[in-house]
């Protein structure tokens, strides 16, 4: 799946950045974020690369740097 990163206004005339949503394609994505904001006007829309969470995941120098920033 293709992550698009929206810029939308609310039917009430709030301003979203930044909105993320999966989809097989565009009009998929924008399917889910009409579902989600009935009546919003999109501004803008970007696809982004979507990156593996499993890899980041598993990477152990990765955790170990989550774990020092804790302390």
Same mark, same amino acid.
């Given at each position: 799946?293709?992550? @698009?990163? @929206?810029?939308?206004?609310?039917?009430?005339? +709030? /301003?979203?950045?930044? /909105?993320?949503?999966?989809?097989?394609?565009?009009?998929?994505?924008?399917?889910?974020? @009409?579902?989600?904001?009935?009546?919003?006007? +999109? /501004?803008?829309? +970007?696809?982004?690369?979507?990156?593996?969470?499993?890899?980041?995941?598993?990477? /152990?120098?990765?955790?170990?740097?989550?774990?020092?920033?804790?302390?």
């Amino acid at each position: 799946m293709t992550k @698009f990163q @929206f810029r939308i206004r609310t039917k009430n005339g +709030v /301003l979203m950045e930044a /909105l993320n949503i999966h989809g097989r394609d565009r009009d998929d994505a924008e399917r889910k974020l @009409f579902q989600m904001y009935v009546g919003c006007t +999109v /501004l803008e829309c +970007v696809e982004v690369a979507a990156t593996s969470g499993r890899e980041e995941n598993l990477d /152990l120098a990765g955790i170990l740097a989550l774990i020092a920033k804790q302390d």
